[in-house]
């Protein structure tokens, strides 16, 4: 190839950059985007509660599933974290909280001679504890009895409660049948 050609294609390649450029440039001044000062549609839905409340899990989830295979074993072990206010065997004593022997139930605040707060003497001869009422009461004693003197932060985890409750329904003279 010559000069002359290499010249051609030289300057056909220039020429096809230079159209390409002003191509951009008139492309970005011809469309310029302008924001709606409106939406253009609007979907008409029903309004979607979003409030902290509702995402916020309110209580514990029912454990009358995990009850089926609890480990009553790993409940005792649990209960080590109770035994400091508590204690689990027929006629044990009271020590900060009530003697839990035969609890499960059983109703509320009947130890004698024990101390209940107000809380939980009110709603004696109302409730009794149940699987269920143990399983929230577990989870976060103060939120279930608002007052109570049971100072303990509650278990968190479904399958612990499930095997804390399971041990305790031994701790009696004649077992429930669980669930
Ligand atoms: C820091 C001490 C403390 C710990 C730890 C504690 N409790 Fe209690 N518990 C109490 C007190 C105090 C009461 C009495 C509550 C009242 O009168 O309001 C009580 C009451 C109870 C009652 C109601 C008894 C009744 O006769 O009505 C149950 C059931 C119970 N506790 C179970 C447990 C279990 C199970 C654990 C362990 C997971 C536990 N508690 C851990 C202090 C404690």
């Known amino acids: 190839m010559d000069s002359f050609t290499w010249n051609k294609i030289i300057a056909g390649v220039l020429c096809a950059l230079l159209i390409i450029k002003i191509g951009d440039i008139t492309s970005q001044q011809i469309i310029h985007v302008e924001k709606l000062s409106k939406p253009s549609f609007i979907i008409d839905v029903a309004e979607v509660q979003t ?10 989830a029912d454990i009358t599933p995990l009850l089926i295979n609890a480990n009553i074993a790993n409940g005792e072990k649990l209960f080590k974290k109770c035994m400091q206010c508590h204690t689990p065997n027929k006629s044990g004593m009271h020590k900060v909280g009530p003697n839990l022997w035969n609890i499960v139930m059983q109703d509320y605040a009947i130890q004698d001679g ?5 809380a939980l003497t009110n709603l004696k001869g109302q409730k009794k504890w149940t699987t269920d ?13 608002k007052g109570t003197k049971m100072l303990f932060v509650g278990l968190k985890k479904d399958q612990d409660r499930a095997d804390i409750i399971a041990y305790l329904n031994q701790q009696s003279d004649s077992p429930v049948k669980l669930p």
């Open 133 to 145: 009422n143990l399983n929230k009461f577990l989870y976060k004693p103060t939120q279930f009895i």
């Open 51 to 60: 409030s902290s409340d509702d995402i916020q899990p309110t209580g514990p």
């Open 114 to 118: 024990y101390a209940y707060s107000s």
